[in-house]
Nanobody, 118 residues
Framework: QVQLVESGGGLVQAGGSLRLSCAAS????????MGWFRQAPGKEREFIAA????????YYADSVKGRFTISRDNAKNTVYLQMNSLKPEDTAVYYC???????????WGQGTQVTVSS
């Protein structure tokens, strides 16, 4: 069982930056690949970024590539999403998730709101 708690969301002006954190409980955090997703009002949840259990491999959606960076600290049971050059269209609730088999995500956090004003 893994519990995930996101933090770091808030209101920021376009062009600004935020860093989201996702703290995981349990001693098996390092066995899980981790991902970030987001869901804007009236839209489906979309994949943003993922990182392998070791941190050696990362993946990004085209919409955020070059602006967002995913990283993890297995000693702290935490995964991060550094978001730079934010745009109003980045406004959404951001969720982190854990995947044991690299195929599906088994555990989800409650989400943190990110609002980017123009």
């Amino acid at each position: 069982q893994v519990q995930l708690v996101e933090s770091g969301g808030g209101l920021v002006q376009a062009g600004g930056s935020l860093r989201l954190s996702c703290a995981a409980s349990g001693r098996t955090f390092s066995r899980y690949a981790m991902g970030w997703f987001r869901q804007a009002p009236g839209k489906e949840r979309e994949f943003i970024a993922a990182i392998s259990w070791s941190g050696g491999d990362t993946y990004y959606a085209d919409s955020v590539k070059g602006r967002f960076t995913i990283s993890r600290d297995n000693a702290k049971n935490t995964v991060y999403l550094q978001m730079n050059s934010l745009k109003p269209e980045d406004t959404a609730v951001y969720y982190c998730a854990a995947s044991y088999d690299d195929i599906s995500y088994d555990y989800w956090g409650q989400g943190t709101q990110v609002t980017v004003s123009s």
